[in-house]
């Protein structure tokens, strides 16, 4: 059974830092692309990073690059988006997301505010 589970949200003030962890059960991580995706308030959901299969990283929005990395521990099947210099339009519910035989399975979600 297919499971992401989502953990590390919280409050942080802007300029601060935080970890986001996706763990994974039901398939290993090692060889599928894994997506953390973002839903703000009033706008659509949409990939803010993406790990692939053979470690690449890719910051899918231009808002994030340079703020946020995404990384995973094959050891421990979870997938990371570490997050910094936030902004208040960081603030959204986060998202991980793998695609396994062309059906999408999605985590809970982490709440993610960033304000002072």
């Known amino acids: 059974q297919v499971q992401l589970v989502e953990s590390g949200g919280g409050l942080v003030q802007p300029g601060g830092s935080l970890r986001l962890s996706c763990a994974a059960s039901?398939?290993?991580?090692?060889?599928?692309?894994m997506n953390w995706y973002r839903h703000a308030p009033g706008k659509e959901r949409d990939v803010g990073a993406t790990?692939?299969?053979?470690?690449?990283?890719?910051n899918d929005a231009d808002s994030v690059k340079g703020r946020f990395t995404i990384s995973r521990d094959n050891t421990k099947n979870t997938v990371y988006l570490q997050m910094s210099s936030m902004k208040p339009e960081d603030t959204a519910v986060y998202y991980c997301?793998?695609?396994?035989?062309?059906?999408?399975?999605w985590g809970q979600g982490t709440q993610v505010t960033v304000s002072s």
């Open positions: 039901g398939f290993t991580i090692s060889v599928y692309n």
């Open positions: 997301k793998v695609r396994l035989s062309l059906r999408d399975y």
């Open positions: 790990i692939t299969w053979s470690g690449g990283t890719i």
